[in-house]
């Protein structure tokens, strides 16, 4: 596995980095994206650095446009990959022109996707990793880097609630803060609905179903436009489950082009191998299959019931 060490190498011998992540980019992949980017940018000047793939997400102004270079530009440079767990989920997959590329993740290791890598599991977020690499090569943290960071810890550890929020995150967590961030700007500017989100989640939540410790929620193609919702303000609104008494495991059912798209997630059961049986993957508590088909709703609801 590359080190801190190895992985400041190859940032040095290369002239022109280009940095990638997962496909429908969450905090965690555009911040430790971004939040690279400008580390490197402020630490490295004579170095160009571009960022490669969409921005939609919610919220989309806290983020910086993306660069996506061009081809011949890619070829040449130090392709990074952060907060990607296999090839078929980094979104732009041009960083196959370059000879050259490094990955930097926290999923629980499923194929290879570059010959250089560093995967740590046990962190909570690839934000983090991004943190500790510039904790280790002595590099300056902007307020703007910390920012981005912070957003891909917080909203990774679903605000600093999960398992892995421990003493190692918060020693990272004071090396950001001495950068004179605000965390509170950081919070509203990724969390924040407008009033028209924030009603379409409270008609969301009158359609949870709950079985035994599970809550579920199944929404088809007609429900998303009665309800004026895209798919992907859909999928970010499945952790309204995360907090009901007696409920361990929950799950999102959303119609796609070719399925439903589905988010698994669990408090204390692992269930990412119910997502593997379906093509999906992800981390232990929180995983995902890309599409399955409707009468598969109904078997992979009892298997989480068994989980
Ligand atoms: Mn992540």
């Given at each position: 596995m590359l080190t801190y060490k190895e992985i400041r190498e190859f940032i040095e011998r290369n002239d022109s980095i280009v940095i990638f992540r997962h496909i429908h980019g969450d905090y965690d992949a555009y911040g430790a994206q971004l939040g690279l980017k400008e580390l490197i940018k402020n630490n490295y000047p004579e170095k160009e650095v571009y960022s490669a793939g969409d921005r939609d997400?919610?919220?989309?102004?806290f983020l910086d446009d993306m660069d996506n270079p061009d081809v011949e530009t890619i070829s040449r440079s130090l392709c990074i990959i952060v907060d990607t767990s296999t090839r078929d989920r980094v979104e732009n997959k041009n960083y196959l022109l370059s000879g050259n590329s490094i990955r930097i993740d926290h999923h629980?290791?499923?194929?290879?996707?570059?010959k250089h890598e560093m995967v740590d599991p046990s962190a909570s977020s690839a934000s983090q990793l991004i943190v500790e690499l510039a904790m280790d090569s002595g590099w300056s943290m902007s307020a703007r880097a910390a920012e981005f960071l912070y957003a891909g810890i917080s909203s990774d550890t679903l605000k600093m609630t999960i398992d892995k929020v421990d003493e190692r995150l918060f020693l990272d967590l004071a090396f950001l803060m001495k950068s004179h961030f605000s965390v509170n700007k950081v919070n509203r500017a990724i969390y924040d609905q407008n009033t028209e989100l924030f009603n379409k989640e409270t008609q969301l939540r009158t359609r949870i179903r709950f079985e035994g410790d599970i809550a579920y929620l199944v929404l088809s193609d007609k429900d998303l436009k009665i309800m004026n919702l895209t798919y992907r303000e859909a999928k970010d609104m499945v952790n309204i489950m995360g907090n009901i008494a007696g409920i361990e495991k929950y799950a999102m059912f959303v119609e796609y082009e070719n399925g439903y798209g589905v988010s698994l997630r669990s408090h204390t059961h692992p269930i990412s191998w119910i997502a593997e049986k379906y093509g999906g993957g992800g981390h232990l508590n929180a995983s995902g299959i890309s599409a399955v088909k409707e009468e598969d709703i109904k078997y992979i609801v009892k298997l989480l019931k068994e989980a």
């Open positions: 997400i919610i919220n989309p102004d629980p290791y499923a194929e290879e996707i570059c």
